[in-house]
Every structure is written in C-alpha cells, then in structure tokens.
C-alpha cells in the first residue's frame, strides 16, 4: 500500500460522537417513558431515522426530526408545545457538546502531514461537521474537507474525481465497515477499519470483510505499521 491521499472518517474516528447520541436518546427515552419500554422507543426513532435518509441525510438536525415524529407517533399526535420544544432542546444541546478528540490524533497527522495529501471525508450535517473541524484545533492539516450526504460508491467516486485520485491510491480510515470500507473497497481503493467501542445500529452490519485491500487496527497510532 502506498498511498497518496489518506481521508479520516471524522465521527468516532477523529473524536468522540456517538456516545452523545447515546445519551440524548436516553433523555427522550425518560420523557415518554410512559408511552413505550426504552427498547421500543429506540426502534421507534431508528425506524424513522432510516426512512427519513432519503429526505433528511445524516446529522443531528436529521436525527432531531426523527425524534419529532417518533413522539408524534407515541402520542397519537397530541404532544403539546412544551413537549417539542423539549426535544428541540435536546437537539440544540447535541449542536453544542464539546469536540473530544479520540487518542494520538494530533500526533498522527503531525507524523502524515506533508507526506500524503490528508482529507476528512464524512457525512452528517455540513454546518455542525465544519464547526466541529474548527473547534478540534486539527483543521490545518486537512487540504480537503468533504461532507457526504452518503458514503456510496458513487459518493467516493465524485470525491476522488475533485482530488484527482485513482482508487488505487487512496486510502480511507473510520469505525464504520459499512460507510468507511466496504465502498471504497468495491472501487478498489484501500480501507482500514478503527473500531469504536460504540455504533449506530445503521452502520453495522453482519458479515466479515476479508480483501487483500482491508486492514483493522485497535488505535490509529498502528496506522504506521501499515503504511
């Protein structure tokens, strides 16, 4: 593998995320506790959040509507006022968590920089992604910074076509084997997979990956083992 662009997944690979998600999900499990079992509620706004990709994409504004119509639907539509605005709120306190970036991040850009082209390519919302990047302090060492509204094939194609890449030396590194590996695998660039100890019910799924292409590691500091 010798690489000329490296692009970083940046939810959960970069910094921390989904825990946050977590934990908002949790508040609105409390709120209508009295409606559904927690395991109920959850598959409510999974479900919702799955259909609603196609019109709402990836992000918490996204996941934030989902919620509105997983309590819509709990209550047979009479939730009152208060009780969206407290979903709103748990949507805007998700826009506002802190950015905590994952082990040995700076130091392995620092170690990359300048001897590959560095990329963030993630989905989600563009505005809250950029703030994210900016309130990371690792924003200097990206050259690009692509907010997919998916991570197709088709997706990875376009980006590599505005770098001007061959899938053969391109690298992407992330926690999802859905989003981060299996697309860029099937165009035939390289993918490695850093698992998170957390992930979104959407982005697993349930089979091993075995290509010439695909490494895993624990820690992105085993990232120079590789390369």
């Not at 309590?71 to 998700?94: P, R, W």
């Not at 100890?197 to 490494?215: A, S, V």
């Amino acid at each position: 593998m010798n690489p000329k662009v490296i692009a970083f997944d940046a939810d959960d690979t970069l910094w921390h995320n989904e825990p946050y998600f977590d934990e908002a999900q949790e508040r609105f499990c409390v709120l209508f506790q009295d409606y559904a079992s927690k395991h109920e509620i959850l598959g409510l706004i999974l479900n919702h959040q799955i259909a609603n990709l196609s019109l709402y994409g990836f992000g918490i504004k996204a996941f934030t509507l989902s919620m509105i119509e997983t309590a819509l639907e709990l209550t047979n539509h009479t939730i009152s006022g208060s009780g969206i605005e407290k979903i709103i709120t748990i949507g805007k306190d998700l826009l506002q968590k802190p950015v905590e970036l994952l082990p040995n991040i700076t130091e392995v850009l620092e170690q990359l920089k300048g001897k590959y082209k560095l990329v963030v390519a993630t989905k989600g919302d563009l505005k809250d992604q950029h703030r994210k990047l900016h309130d990371s302090g690792i924003g200097a060492f990206f050259h690009h910074i692509e907010v997919m509204s998916d991570k197709t094939e088709v997706d990875y194609q376009k980006m590599l076509g505005r770098l001007d890449c061959h899938p053969e030396d391109f690298l992407m590194i992330g926690n999802s084997l859905k989003s981060d590996v299996l697309p860029v695998l099937n165009l035939g660039g390289h993918a490695i997979h850093v698992p998170y100890h957390t992930t979104w019910e959407y982005e697993k799924i349930d089979f091993e990956i075995e290509h010439k292409n695909f490494n895993t590691i624990t820690n992105l500091s085993e990232l120079f083992d590789i390369l």
